[in-house]
């Protein structure tokens, strides 16, 4: 693994605009870059990245299966006593899920390490699914790689087929935050593939969402929302004042109720519980275990915090870095620290992507920071060898 500089493409901001990549520029920051890649060997995204991460999802359902039917398991995970049927039925009934990706520590040596799942609401996947691709063929084109040059990406191929997994009967609602270009961005993206897949589809706002008089989930027309891709998280659904036609309607939703569990950081101390010593896992507590205390080099983590919001960062038992947000009062876990690649650029975080069950994707961003956060740009791969 390395990182390159590239020429940038001259028109790559007019392309970006041209296919709705509006925020390729986030808080007046620079997001897409252009003129840089990480280079990988073949071997390397087999054997480190690809492989992994599917034995890794595959540990994630089996540790689903368990924390469902335990009560005491979800209370850990912060998910309200009044959603817990909800959670379990969700799981027992096989609500189909649509995608998720690992946010994965590597730095060239030894394995990766899992730093958390984006299961429920992971962004960056039209980056990685169709403008990074259309960036390497760009790339090609011009002469500045090699024609044999590959990238790991079947994102948008996947996407398309597990969206033809679902049934065509009625119309498939996608729905976000339409405040944020990148989510509305994102879900627009999901949309057309499901298109691409024969659905017929709506776009709303998530704020749109009603109830009629029957309970059922409504759209601005008073059509009922039969099926709903949300790019809104579980616990603020659990919050919303539809949250009470859950209990009878939370298969309307992907994804699905049960992936809660997966999307929380207390994930991570229940994964080392089930596998201690995996290799592609840390050591992960939750904040109150004793265990916890014999770590020096760590990361504290809110079970819910988004964006890197309220994460600490600890060498030799002394902080080094911290942020601040929202999050922290659902309660935390202890994680190992793991060293990310770095560069004059900056710390790199590997995104490695879930389609359906199968792994087939990479994105990678970078942060000037060791904690990842909004201000993070994303980068393209290739693969040579």
């Known amino acids: 693994m390395k990182r390159l500089c590239m020429p940038a493409r001259p028109d790559w901001r007019e392309k970006a605009n041209a296919v709705g990549f509006g925020f390729h520029e986030m808080y007046g920051e620079p997001y897409w870059v252009d003129d840089a890649a990480y280079c990988f060997e073949l071997a390397e995204i087999e054997d480190q990245i690809e492989g992994p991460s599917q034995e890794l999802h595959a540990m994630c359902?089996?540790?689903?299966?368990?924390?469902?039917?335990?009560?005491?398991?979800?209370?850990?995970?912060?998910?309200?006593?009044?959603?817990?049927?909800?959670?379990?039925?969700?799981?027992?009934?096989?609500?189909?899920?649509?995608?998720?990706r690992f946010d994965l520590a590597y730095d060239g040596n030894g394995p990766a390490k899992l730093l958390e799942y984006n299961a429920d609401t992971p962004t960056s996947v039209f980056e990685t699914a169709y403008f990074q691709f259309n960036w390497l063929t760009d790339q090609i084109a011009a002469g500045n790689l090699a024609p044999d040059t590959d990238q790991f990406n079947s994102v948008q191929e996947s996407l398309i087929e597990a969206f033809a997994q679902f049934s065509r009967d009625r119309i498939f609602h996608f729905a976000a935050i339409t405040d944020s270009s990148e989510d509305q961005g994102t879900a627009a993206y999901l949309m057309d593939c499901a298109i691409q897949a024969g659905h017929r589809a709506q776009f709303l706002d998530i704020r749109d969402i009603g109830v009629d008089d029957q309970g059922r989930y409504t759209d601005l027309q008073n059509r009922v929302i039969d099926r709903c891709f949300k790019l809104y998280p579980w616990e603020f659904m659990f919050q919303e004042t539809y949250a009470a036609q859950l209990t009878d309607h939370s298969g309307v939703f992907v994804e699905p109720a049960w992936k809660s569990i997966l999307s929380n950081k207390g994930l991570l101390p229940l994964l080392w519980q089930r596998y201690p010593g995996h290799p592609n896992l840390l050591p992960s507590f939750f904040a109150d275990d004793p265990a916890a205390a014999d770590l020096q080099d760590y990361v504290v983590k809110p079970l819910l915090s988004r964006e890197g919001e309220n994460v600490r960062l600890v060498r030799a038992d002394q902080e080094i870095l911290s942020t601040p947000g929202d999050y922290g009062a659902?309660?935390?876990?202890?994680?190992?620290?793991?060293?990310?690649?770095?560069?004059?650029?900056?710390?790199?975080?590997?995104?490695s992507w879930i389609i359906g069950d199968r792994a087939c994707g990479l994105g990678i961003r970078e942060d000037r920071s060791q904690i990842t956060a909004n201000l993070s740009r994303y980068v393209p791969h290739i693969i040579r060898g």
């Open 330 to 351: 659902e309660g935390s876990v202890v994680q190992a620290y793991a060293p990310l690649f770095q560069s004059d650029a900056g710390y790199a975080v590997l995104g």
């Open 61 to 100: 359902l089996d540790l689903v299966a368990e924390v469902v039917r335990s009560e005491q398991a979800l209370d850990r995970l912060a998910i309200p006593r009044a959603f817990h049927d909800v959670v379990r039925r969700s799981w027992e009934r096989a609500d189909r899920h649509l995608y998720g």
